[in-house]
């Protein structure tokens, strides 16, 4: 994809704190590739595969924003993919469903700061990696008990971050949720 007039997010300092705008920057470039694969070995079990790689920048300065030609576009992982595996069948005359999922989120970079007090104003954000899991009956189309698991490894994944403008890079900062799991 090349695009032209992109809109990007950028924090503008203010006496108030920092103020999220949407600013011209010029034009990008995305290229990669996705990838959706999928197996049925059994009747009862489906295994799919599916991520991309994408090389995401810009292709122009954007001064406004504190963005430079190059520069990664906001929250765009290089690499990102799952790993599904799901089964259902029968057991003791019972219907049974299950499953479980590996994400990957790789690298990525947050959006911009033209502020001169910003030590780093596009921040790269670490990959992570959460386990998903769900065991299930259903008792003859009345009834359904599922047990399931959400981030199962407790991965502290940062989702989203920005500075105030602070010389201490202090900011907030928006985190996977932690492990849950619930019937």
């Known amino acids: 994809i090349d695009w032209k007039d992109v809109q990007i997010l950028g924090l503008i300092p203010t006496e108030n704190?920092?103020?999220?705008?949407?600013?011209?920057?010029?034009?990008?470039t995305s290229q990669g590739v996705e990838w959706n694969l999928a197996w049925r070995p059994?009747?009862?079990?489906?295994?799919?595969?599916?991520g991309a790689y994408t090389d995401a920048k810009l292709k122009a300065d954007a001064a406004g924003l504190g963005a430079f030609k190059g520069d990664e576009l906001p929250y765009?992982?290089?690499?990102?993919?799952?790993?599904?595996?799901?089964?259902?069948?029968t057991v003791a005359g019972k219907a049974?469903?299950?499953?479980?999922?590996?994400?990957?989120?790789?690298?990525?970079?947050?959006?911009?700061?033209?502020?001169?007090?910003?030590?780093?104003?596009h921040v790269a954000l670490p990959s992570y990696t959460t386990l998903n899991?769900?065991?299930?009956?259903?008792?003859?189309?009345?009834y359904t008990l599922e047990v399931f698991a959400q981030n199962l490894?407790?991965?502290?994944?940062?989702?989203?971050?920005?500075?105030?403008?602070?010389?201490?890079q202090r900011?907030?900062?928006?985190f996977t949720a932690p492990r849950t799991v619930g019937v």
């Open 133 to 142: 899991a769900q065991l299930g009956v259903d008792f003859g189309g009345r």
């Open 76 to 89: 765009v992982p290089r690499t990102s993919s799952t790993l599904n595996v799901d089964f259902n069948g």
């Open 171 to 174: 900011g907030y900062a928006v």
């Open 153 to 168: 490894g407790n991965e502290t994944g940062i989702l989203d971050y920005g500075n105030n403008g602070s010389r201490l």
């Open 42 to 50: 059994t009747d009862y079990l489906r295994i799919g595969y599916l």
């Open 96 to 121: 049974v469903f299950g499953g479980f999922s590996v994400n990957s989120v790789g690298k990525r970079y947050t959006g911009f700061s033209p502020s001169v007090d910003v030590t780093e104003p």
């Open 17 to 28: 704190g920092p103020i999220g705008v949407n600013g011209n920057s010029g034009s990008a």
